[in-house]
């Protein structure tokens, strides 16, 4: 047995722990030890379909230290006229570039990849079970609570009777190796942006939408990509969209108001704005993907699945019998784990959790980086709040609030917000700080944000109250 000693020891190599794990080099002089069960960092980039692409822009993923990416705009498909999205293969490259160019040859990280931590210090790999003992002097720091799952890990909550054709969207791809005859209808099962993701591309790949049935158990808004662009030409539309966002959580009596209110401005949208929406994971998608989605009108709203049979769907309403030679696509996996936001930072430990939804990469950059700084724990966790994550759309509010909270508390901090709107991660922060002085239109919108936070601080605070 090997006896190790280190400063910081990092459970998980996603996003979450690289982020953390990057500025911490950069902050400080600290070794960190990895640990990550998969092969090779990027998390549940390596779990995820082929086909699987950023919500978000690269220019705002990855690490601090380095872009992602070329910067580029789409010139063609569903997002053309916006920055390029990262393929799933890109992403675990780039994280597997970052571990390898950057992280090791610093002679200050330790990576034990294929290996998982099993409590006391001890690491054990997955491959040989040698056991390696870990001496932390500083803080164990667990990047693993908000558990991405998607559905290649995560076995259906409902019955599958067999002889049944139930596949992940990881196997769509590879059907060219399917046995004849093909597969026919594609029954996805799901709402969430992976459901989505796949019927994009079935529809891309020549797939008939009349072949397609999607199988929604709620209804889902989505977030228009239009408004998260980082380059200063959409400065209208993404620091603008913010604006409107506040103005109309400062005035809104309910959550649904709010989201509205957004869905007239352009900022929000729904597949089928005919259906009332009460789901919000924050899926971030174009309108070009949405009029693809549109096209699929074979929609089951029966809720949610409880068996697959030989002859079809089985509901808590009755059967829906699904002929000819099904193949149903899982994309039902729940993305996060839904848990309450806990202290990041406490005694010998730090919690990774999201403190600016949903930027992930910069939640767990900022951790870190407060971890170099911040004097105590209580200030620490004053600088770092956890932010709930929110599932249905009445909880929203309390994610908005707390991510004002959130931009309120770094405020107080002068280094903490140089180091923001520095940071390639915070393409607000970085728009805001870059606005001319004599630019009257950009002026003017970050008059209307001041104008608008404490407004809308007040009126959030109510609409969390009325949920309970």
């Known amino acids: 047995m090997t006896t190790i000693t280190t400063d910081y020891l990092v459970i998980g190599a996603g996003a979450l722990g690289m982020a953390f ?97 099993e409590g006391d210090g001890r690491i054990v ?111 209208v539309q993404t620091l603008g969209g913010f604006t409107t966002m506040l103005e109309a959580a400062a005035t809104a009596r309910t959550a649904e108001e709010i989201f509205l209110t957004l869905e007239r401005e352009g900022i929000f949208l729904r597949v089928d704005p005919s259906v009332r929406a009460d789901m919000f994971h924050y899926p971030t998608i174009s309108e070009g993907e949405v009029a693809l989605l549109r096209r699929v009108k074979n929609v089951l709203r029966k809720g949610h699945v409880r068996e697959i049979t030989r002859h079809g769907l089985v509901f808590d309403a009755g059967v829906h019998e699904i002929g000819g030679n099904p193949i149903y696509v899982n994309c039902t996996a729940t993305a996060f784990t839904r848990r309450a936001p806990e202290p990041v930072f406490s005694d010998n430990r730090i919690l990774l959790q999201m403190v600016r939804v949903p930027n992930v990469v910069l939640s767990g950059a900022m951790a870190a ?67 001319p002085e004599d630019d009257a239109e950009k002026q003017a919108i970050l008059a209307r944000v001041s104008a608008a936070i404490m407004p809308a601080i007040a009126n959030l605070q109510k609409l969390v109250k009325q949920v309970g």
């Open 369 to 435: 980086w407060v971890e170099a700084h911040g004097k105590d724990d209580a200030e620490k966790n004053r600088l770092c709040p956890a932010v709930p994550f929110p599932d249905r759309m009445e909880d929203w509010p309390a994610t908005l609030l707390g991510n004002l909270m959130s931009e309120g508390a770094a405020l107080s901090h002068p280094a903490l917000m140089a180091w923001q709107n520095a940071c390639r991660l915070n393409p607000a922060g970085k728009l805001v700080s870059l606005v």
């Open 125 to 235: 790999s997955i491959l040989s079970g040698k056991e390696t003992r870990v001496q932390v002097r500083k803080r164990l720091v667990d990047a693993t609570f908000i558990g991405t799952v998607v559905p290649s890990t995560q076995r259906p909550a409902f019955k599958v009777a067999q002889g049944v054709e139930l596949v992940p969207p990881n196997a769509l791809p590879a059907l060219w190796m399917h046995e004849s005859p093909a597969p026919r209808p594609f029954v996805v099962i799901g709402a969430g942006k992976t459901s989505m993701d796949t019927i994009v591309f079935l529809l891309q790949a020549g797939a008939s939408p009349d072949d397609i049935i999607w199988v929604k158990p709620r209804e889902t808004w989505l977030w228009n990509r239009k408004h998260t662009q980082p380059g200063m030409e959409f400065f």
């Open 21 to 117: 794990a990057d500025t911490l080099l950069a902050e400080t002089g600290a070794h960190i030890t990895i640990v990550d069960r998969h092969a090779r960092p990027g998390g549940h980039w390596n779990d995820a379909y082929p086909f699987v692409a950023l919500h978000q822009p690269s220019a705002t993923y990855g690490v601090a230290s380095r872009a992602l990416g070329s910067g580029t705009i789409d010139a063609h498909g569903p997002n053309a006229g916006l920055y390029e999205l990262a393929t799933g293969p890109e992403v675990t490259a780039y994280f597997n570039a970052v571990m390898q160019q950057h992280f090791l040859p610093s002679g200050r990280v330790t990576y034990h990849p294929m290996s998982t931590y």
